[in-house]
């Protein structure tokens, strides 16, 4: 439908839920696929599946809110599928308690998943390397 064949796409949190769901559909559509995600054992029932499909599938264990996690799933999956051209940033948490009952580890974790990883993934992606600082 949308003609994603010679495309690489890169699905954060695509071990299962909406991230696998878009990582099939990318595949179905043509894209070779990577899925990062630090459930190991939902990442590889998520390569069985999206190989059904047909196209190239490439996994790494990772936490998006780590820099240097980043850095090597964009240089794996650039190294095993070509350059990247599709990014979808995906992975996400949310804490469902009292605003009251957070503690300050609670909001950073959340922050560091929803934020910092999504720059992390822009950056490294559309920047082609890693920043500091």
Known sequence: MYGFDDRVALITGGAAGLGLAIATRLAQEGAAVAIVDMDAGGLANAA???KE???AVHTVVGDVS???DVGAAVASTEASLGPISQLVNNAGICLFRRYLDYSDD???RQMDVNLRG???FM???A???GRTG
Do not use: K
Request: charged share 20%; hydrophobic share 30%; proline share 0%.
């Open 48 to 50: 069985a599946q999206l």
């Open 53 to 55: 499909q047909g196209g």
């Open 66 to 68: 780590s820099a240097d």
């Open 106 to 108: 609670d909001f950073d």
């Open 118 to 120: 999504t720059h992390l």
């Open 123 to 125: 950056s490294r992606v």
């Open 127 to 129: 920047g082609g390397h």
